[in-house]
């Protein structure tokens, strides 16, 4: 197995290569890694830390809750009864994608959570997010809660897309953004949370900011 440092070197490499002018933040994935690959991941240089379970999100705080410089990602679908598990640690939290758990973060926050609304672009019914046609309405009911920040989008492609739908599925969720940027005075999205380690080359082209990058950066 390669080291962290010469994943992310290499990933970094085609960062610099695709997309030199765009400030991008790589997001470790950690779940089912060791403690140990996490601390190394720190070591390499790594900042942003990503987790889809509470559970697994509550131990990769508690490790790196010393090092002062992390920032944790909540990136997997959350239940609203499990948003007090998490709220008091989470930087960002990208699977918004319901009026009730929007709801439940502005209660539960003491502060304003970045948060991004997850689209489900493909269509795809095994994918979580908000169907396209009513990103708007949830954009309507939420920005208005103090604790709620909304500073982009997220997206999953189907893990068997080929390139062409690859292409189709993050071009719309950066016009979607755009598109709400021009809308909405009180919004202004800065984020496109979208690629992982088989599709983030074809995301960094269409303006992706977030990679969220597990076996290809830190392993299995």
């Known amino acids: 197995m390669k080291s962290v440092k010469q994943n992310l070197n290499h990933i970094q490499s085609i960062i610099d290569q695709q997309s030199p002018e765009q400030n991008i933040n790589m997001i470790a994935v950690t779940k089912y890694v060791s403690n140990e690959r996490k601390i190394e991941a720190y070591d390499a ?89 009513d990103l708007d309405t949830l954009i309507e009911r939420i920005v208005d809660m103090e604790n709620i920040h909304v500073v982009g989008l997220m997206t999953m492609a189907p893990i068997n897309s080929n390139d062409e739908q690859l292409t189709h599925i993050f071009s719309t969720l950066k016009n979607l953004k755009d598109e709400i940027n021009n809308k909405y005075d009180t919004i202004q999205m800065t984020e496109l949370s979208m690629g992982m380690s088989q599709d983030y080359h074809i995301a960094l082209k269409h303006g992706a900011t977030m990679l969220r990058i597990g076996t290809t950066l830190v392993g299995e």
Do not use: W
């Open 45 to 133: 240089g790594l900042r942003h830390f990503g987790e889809n379970r509470v559970e697994g999100f509550n131990e990769t705080f508690n490790l790196l809750a010393d090092k002062k410089d992390c920032v944790f990602h909540f990136i997997g679908t959350l239940q609203s009864r499990k948003v007090k598990e998490i709220i008091d640690y989470v930087d960002y939290i990208h699977s918004v994608d319901r009026l009730s758990l929007a709801k439940e973060i502005n209660k539960r926050a003491s502060r304003p959570i970045d948060c991004l609304i997850q689209v489900n672009v493909s269509g795809e019914e095994s994918k979580h997010g908000i169907p396209m046609d």
